[in-house]
């Protein structure tokens, strides 16, 4: 699991359910350690990355204002051994940024969801790390 000088996750759990006649609903639970304090949320979104991007973001806000201008603006998954077929290997990168700056973070992993989970937990140590120095630079004045 995920662990930063911000943040741990305890656990995460992506729940995908399609029934016949209705749209594919996803919900993600994430649970995060800040400090000695635990926090768990959930949240539903279009698909898995984006409930698991919804949730962590839930868990992290208070503590964590800096994400509030932290975008994700692209998000690609490449397969790294394709003659592995569905168990391939797969490449995951997100970009992001706060308005003032661009990053991008990735994972490789035989999970899909596990790499994305691991690039989006990245990205946002990121923003935080990129909100943290601004703030210090505006204080100095520089």
Known sequence: MTSSPYFDVCSYKVVSERTHAQATRVQAMVEVR??????????????????????????????????????????????????QGTGAQVRVLIEA?????????GCVGGNVVDASFEALCSTLVMGIMHGRSQKRRSALGV
């Open 97 to 105: 940024s706060d308005g003032h700056r661009r990053w991008d973070a």
């Open 34 to 83: 800040i400090g000695s304090n635990c926090v768990r949320r959930s949240a539903m979104g279009i698909g898995p990355v984006h409930a698991l991007d919804l949730a962590l973001r839930e868990c992290l806000q208070s503590s964590f204002p800096e994400l509030e201008r932290v975008r994700l603006s692209d998000y690609q998954v490449s397969v790294v051994d394709a003659g």
